[in-house]
């Protein structure tokens, strides 16, 4: 068995970090020296599938007048998924963290082709592998990119970060009286539709493979101790 495999989904919103637009350069440095901790204290691998919503969101672009083509908005979306990756992968090897970016989408002048043995390869020599360019396809979100990845890669856990800690019976922040869950089934999250985990397509393929998702919030120091065995956020498994 090899050593703790984990997938983290990152949207693009967490790029942003507070702003409405573009990239966070602090978020981007906090994040890089937390995950360089994780890596050297833990010798977990680590995958990570960024989003591009930060930059555009194929799906909001498709619904505006004087029409783009959904699936032309959709690979609009790939491509800003690689600005991210492109910025993440460089803050990594700026704080002595190896890493590298490969693209479902082809661009060969700054990402790899994503190759699934050479991922492989690359997180067991302890580097991270940024996944860009979603699934290549249109019509699929970022987060089943990052499932369909996770069990590519054979990940032991999706961890997908999100603006609140974990999943609530309603919203919480339009609702005061929303519960947070500590555990929930793939059933659940499909089956109720005031949760929102993920995508239905994305939580219909983790159920289908068995695969854990957990959700929670980027506070500093939650990747190293959901790592390290404590209940952080809501597991859906």
Do not use: W
């Not at 991210?84 to 693209?103: C, F, K």
């Not at 050479?118 to 991270?128: M, P, Q, S």
């Not at 929303?178 to 929930?184: C, D, Q, V, Y």
């Amino acid at each position: 068995m090899h050593n703790k495999r984990i997938l983290l989904k990152l949207s693009g919103e967490q790029f942003a970090g507070g702003k409405p637009f573009g990239i966070d350069m602090d978020f981007l440095t906090d994040l890089a020296q937390e995950l360089k901790q994780v890596v050297s204290s833990t010798q977990t691998q680590i995958a990570i599938v960024v989003g591009g919503g930060n930059f555009l969101r194929g799906a909001t672009l498709a619904k505006e007048e004087h029409t783009i083509e959904r699936a032309t908005a959709d690979y609009m979306g790939m491509l800003a998924t690689v600005i991210n990756g492109m910025a993440l992968v460089d803050l990594m090897e700026y704080h002595h963290q190896p890493a590298r970016l490969q693209s479902r989408l082809t661009m060969n002048s700054v990402a790899e082709p994503y190759i699934r043995r050479r991922a492989i390869r690359h997180l067991e020599k302890g580097r991270i592998v940024i996944i860009a360019g979603g699934t290549g396809n249109p019509f699929v979100t970022t987060d089943t990119a990052a499932v369909s990845a996770a069990l590519e890669l054979e990940c032991d856990l999706v961890l997908k970060a999100t603006k609140v800690d974990g999943v609530y019976t309603k919203d919480p922040h339009k609702h005061e009286d929303a519960e947070k869950l500590e555990n929930l089934s793939h059933h659940e999250a499909l089956k109720n539709q005031s949760i929102s985990v993920m995508d239905n397509a994305a939580i219909s393929l983790a159920m289908e493979q068995k695969l854990p998702i957990r959700i929670f919030s980027l506070k500093p120091g939650n990747i190293q101790r959901i790592i390290e065995g404590e209940n952080v956020g809501t597991l859906v498994a």
